[in-house]
């Protein structure tokens, strides 16, 4: 092999293993709130929408804060700069996306999942 069929290998090594690296750190599993309250990287929680009136406020500096319950009943406390969501009370389940910081699980993204309405009245989904 000569030199450039060298450099191209290499490059295309290079380019390969950087993919790999940015897809791998793009990808975020669920995890549980007790597991999120140690972890110190970008994570994905889904749980319950509390929906007592204390625990949704959205404030004039577009700071939307609430709370989640995941299935062990634990809570998480979560914070998100942004436009709340369209039909953000109606949600049942929501998905979060971020890191946990000061007792404080800021998101970066919102998914929330409504109640369809093509789905009967009282059954669950």
């Known amino acids: 092999m000569n030199k450039r069929h060298v450099f191209i290998l290499v490059l295309i090594v290079l ?3 950087y993919s790999m690296h940015e897809f791998s750190a793009s990808l975020n599993p669920y995890i549980t709130i007790s597991k999120v309250k140690v972890s110190h990287s970008t994570v994905q929680v889904k749980g319950h929408l509390v929906k007592d009136e204390a625990s949704i406020t959205y404030d004039a ?3 939307l804060h ?9 809570l998480l406390a979560v914070s998100y700069a942004g436009e709340k969501p369209r039909d953000f009370e109606r949600a049942t389940d929501v998905v979060v996306i971020g890191k946990y910081e000061n007792q404080q699980f800021h998101a970066d993204k919102i998914l929330i999942k409504c ?6 009245e009282g059954t669950l989904q």
């Open 15 to 17: 380019v390969g293993g």
């Open 61 to 63: 500096q577009r700071m």
């Open 115 to 120: 109640p369809s309405k093509y789905q009967k």
């Open 66 to 74: 609430f709370n989640l319950m995941d299935e062990a009943g634990e």
